[in-house]
């Protein structure tokens, strides 16, 4: 069954550090999204992605992310300057294009920031 | 506002005991609504999901669930529980339409007592 695969699986940083986290969603999905989860909370939606451009971004996707689709394949998020409260898992997900679909998970990406 | 509700954090069970978890939302229409279960350091895997339709659904791993629109909820059940269905328990709701940004309950972490 495809998947949604991430890496790495767990990252650790430095504070200010670039970071970048990869992705690689089902081939024939057309939508990408970055979710975060601090530990012990709820899932978050950071943005969406499609036609090679984000579609929405909450509050917490500031300058200091970024998502870019480089190949065709990949899907990354950036974050420029990692700040502390950045330590989360953070997950890739993916969906066809097309009513009545779900979203598909990756197993995640934990980053920590020291 | 959009909001998904898991009133119960944790949920402690006995192995073969049925069980139940309480989801409710609100959102300015009916919405897509899944359940997600993430085990201890893995990814998100749906469980199962709701478009239209019949308003109880079946799932994976036995699970079932029930969309009550006058009651604005959709509660997971499973009649007998194994000791592997220890996890955590997400909620979400997303737009039937757009962008589909899914927004996620708080989680419910459910113990299952051998």
């Known amino acids: 069954e495809p998947e949604v695969t991430q890496t790495p699986s767990h990252q650790v940083t430095q504070m200010g550090q670039e970071v970048i986290l990869r992705c690689v969603p089902i081939?024939?999905?057309?939508?990408f999204y970055w979710y975060r989860q601090i530990l012990g909370q709820k899932v978050e939606f950071l943005v969406s992605?499609?036609?090679?451009?984000?579609?929405?971004k909450s509050e917490i996707f500031d300058d200091q992310f970024s998502v870019e689709r480089p190949d065709g394949s990949n899907f990354t998020l950036k974050i420029r300057s990692t700040k502390l409260e950045d330590s989360a898992m953070y997950f890739c997900a993916s969906t066809r294009a097309g009513g009545r679909r779900e979203l598909f998970f990756g197993e995640g990406s934990r980053l920590t920031v020291l | 506002a959009q909001s998904v509700t898991q009133p119960d954090i944790h949920i402690t069970v006995s192995e073969g005991a049925s069980l139940e978890l309480r989801c409710n939302y609100s959102y300015g229409a009916t919405p897509y609504l899944f359940w997600y279960v993430q085990s201890p350091g893995q990814g998100l895997q749906l469980l199962l999901k709701?478009?239209?339709?019949?308003?109880l659904v079946q799932g994976i791993k036995g699970f079932e669930a029930e969309f009550k629109r006058s009651q604005s909820s959709f509660n997971l059940r499973k009649p007998s529980v194994h000791w592997s269905d220890a996890a955590e328990y997400f909620c979400a709701v997303g737009p039937p339409s757009g962008t589909y940004k899914y927004i996620f309950g708080t989680g419910t972490r459910l113990k299952v007592l051998a």
């Open positions: 709701y478009f239209s339709g019949d308003t």
């Open positions: 992605f499609y036609n090679n451009e984000i579609s929405e």
């Open positions: 081939s024939n999905h057309l939508y």
